[in-house]
């Protein structure tokens, strides 16, 4: 009966005719009333899972997630389709919260969005109790797990949902996950017995490539000469997403960059662009592509190798969601190696980190006992200056303590450009008329500035003035020196937020059980994706076993490795040559090793 319902659920609201994979499983099984851990790969319909048993169940379904972005797309889906959700947002006083859950009571809301912080407070739980929650879902679990490439110490508490809801089911939610982080998933979010449904990690229409070359960028223009539609390069950086994007540009072709840097409009315009195939080159870092559904990407270059196998397939799965053939190329040569070998050795002293906390309060002025919820912006090579240590370094002691739970490290907030008016419009009558006008103009869209800061949107200002940017914030500083009003411009640097109160030093610490895990597991992941870069096996093999998929073990016959040319044809080696092609160009395209191409001299 359930099941005939979540079909209808699922035509009514989606459209379409029936599930894809496993969800008809996983919401089957749940719609019985049990927990349930759902493995399912980028693009694998994951939200479906909880959102169509969410609309059939009665009361409304708790939704957790990390990231508010991630959140505010999915509610938006759900708008989009008619379905009320809620998502909190923001700080709460005691009434604001008493309203948001009468709201959501009484409003018909079916799903309501909660980042795992919130389910610290204790007056947040108590309404969580009391209230008709039909269904739980824990969107990006691999987060719980301290062996994760993802952990977050905020979802350490997500089992208390367990224990105030004892008979609702909760679903588990993650993209492919190790071994070890299944199942401190099942014990963290105290579910021992849910059942697990994991799709396999193989991909037939998927050809994968990892190839070492010197020269990435020669390759990169040969590659990019053959490879159809559209596509995506995934580089490290934000400045290396930006100049190759320029050198690509500069080369007639259709590319540009995105990343968490760009302002809001600038990303929805990229991203509409590339999703209408206006655009057919995306230069991004990990940025991009999340809650993006895009069916005819056909390919996806890494630039630079990543981090862990879990980035690496996340990635490679934004190719060929539509069914058709899909190839992922990953670039590297000896500073990739050098780079994840240095990432082994060089790893930060917990010490030295305790000490930079320290600084850092120090410089912010943040007591002992006070700072929590509050957010810090700094500029990180200025900070790394100031305490003479690499920006490297600095990073690594910020992430070590983010990995503890003591803050939040956003590596670009915006502080938007804003102005204030100090003068009234009576006295712009004395000013050249041009002049006159344009602040009568900027009063209208921004009354409230006269009396303080406001927000403005400098592109629109400066083409409703019909200046470029820059000419209209020279004319902003000229008033400014006139005493008309004060402009603000815009800036940006990462911020800290803490978490909680700055703690006395001496419950300023790092547990070993927490520093081990830690270790062990960073030095684990870089050794794993150094040894898939050495391997001669199927790509498809050594992911499978890495994600603990041991039954799947046969070559795919389409990765580089399975096509490895072990005797490449003499007569073509020296046809090419004789062209120009380079011994690089040759044992790239042949896919054999120069050892195989020395023996023709
Ligand atoms: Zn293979």
Redesign the pocket.
């Known amino acids: 009966m359930s099941k005939k319902k979540a079909l209808d659920v699922l035509k009514t609201y989606w459209g379409y005719p029936g599930f894809r994979g496993l969800q008809e499983d996983i919401i089957a099984h749940l719609l019985s009333g049990h927990d349930t851990i759902g493995l399912l790969p980028t693009g694998g319909g994951k939200s479906i899972c909880y959102q169509v048993p969410g609309l059939v169940l009665p009361g409304v379904t708790l939704v957790i997630s990390p990231l508010v972005a991630l959140m505010s797309d999915q509610q938006k889906g759900l708008e989009d389709r008619g379905i009320k959700s809620y998502h909190f947002k923001g700080s709460y006083t005691p009434r604001k919260l008493d309203e948001a859950f009468r709201n959501i009571r009484f409003g018909a809301y079916k799903f309501a969005f909660v980042a795992p912080e919130r389910l610290n407070s204790e007056l947040f739980q108590e309404y969580i109790k009391h209230a008709d929650i039909g269904l739980i879902a824990i969107d990006e679990a691999h987060c719980i797990s301290q062996w994760g490439f993802d952990f977050r110490p905020s979802y350490l508490n997500v089992h208390i949902l367990r224990t105030l809801k004892p008979d609702v089911p909760v679903l588990a939610l993650t993209a492919s996950a190790t071994p070890r982080v299944k199942k401190d998933l099942a014990e963290a979010l105290l579910i021992p017995d849910a059942k697990v449904f994991e799709d396999s990690i193989r991909r037939n229409n998927l050809h994968?490539h990892i190839k070492f070359t010197p020269n990435k960028e020669r390759q990169l223009f040969r590659l990019l000469s053959r490879l159809k539609g559209t596509g995506i390069i995934y580089a490290k950086t934000r400045r290396s997403c930006e100049s190759l994007a320029d050198l690509l540009k500069n080369n007639s072709h259709s590319a540009d960059y995105y990343h968490a840097g760009l302002l809001p409009d600038e990303k929805e315009q990229r991203q509409k662009d590339w999703l209408s195939n206006d655009l057919r080159i995306i230069v991004s870092t990990t940025a991009f592509g999340m809650g993006i559904d895009k069916s005819d990407v056909n390919w996806v270059v890494h630039w630079d190798v990543p981090d862990t196998l879990e980035g690496y397939y996340q990635e490679v799965g934004r190719v060929g969601r539509g069914g058709q053939e899909a190839s992922a190329y990953l670039l590297f040569h000896q500073q990739d190696v050098a780079r994840l070998q240095k990432g082994i050795t060089d790893l930060p002293n917990p010490m030295h980190a305790l000490e930079f906390y320290n600084r850092f309060c120090s410089r912010f002025q943040i007591a002992v006992g006070t700072g929590e919820d509050t957010s810090y912006p700094f500029s990180i090579v200025a900070m790394a200056n100031d305490f003479k240590m690499s920006v490297p370094v600095a990073l690594s002691y910020i992430k070590l303590l983010q990995h503890r739970g003591y803050w939040q490290f956003q590596e670009s907030s915006q502080i938007w450009p804003a102005l204030e008016f100090t003068s009234k419009p009576l006295a712009w009558e004395k000013l050249e008329r041009q002049d006159g006008e344009m602040l009568i103009q900027l009063l209208r869209l921004y009354p409230h500035a006269i009396h303080q800061p406001a927000r403005i949107h400098l592109k629109k200002c400066a083409a409703m003035a019909m200046l470029t940017p820059e000419q209209f914030e020279r004319r902003l500083s000229y008033f400014e020196e006139k005493g008309l009003l004060k402009y603000l411009p815009e800036t940006s640097g990462s911020s800290i937020t803490l978490m909680d109160p700055r703690p006395h030093k001496k419950h300023l610490h790092f547990p070993k059980s927490f520093l081990d895990s830690w270790l062990h597991s960073k030095v684990e992941r870089a050794q794993a994706m150094l040894s898939l870069l050495k391997s001669e096996e199927?790509?498809?093999?050594e992911l499978s076993r890495y994600f603990g998929q041991d039954s799947n073990l046969q070559?795919?016959?389409?990765?580089?490795?399975?096509?490895h040319d072990h005797y490449p044809d003499e007569h073509k080696v020296k046809q090419l040559l004789s062209k120009g092609d380079t011994i690089d160009d040759i044992w790239f395209d042949l896919n054999c090793s120069v050892d195989e191409l020395r023996k023709f001299g």
């Open positions: 994968l199927c790509i498809f093999i070559a795919c016959g389409k990765c580089n490795r399975c096509l």
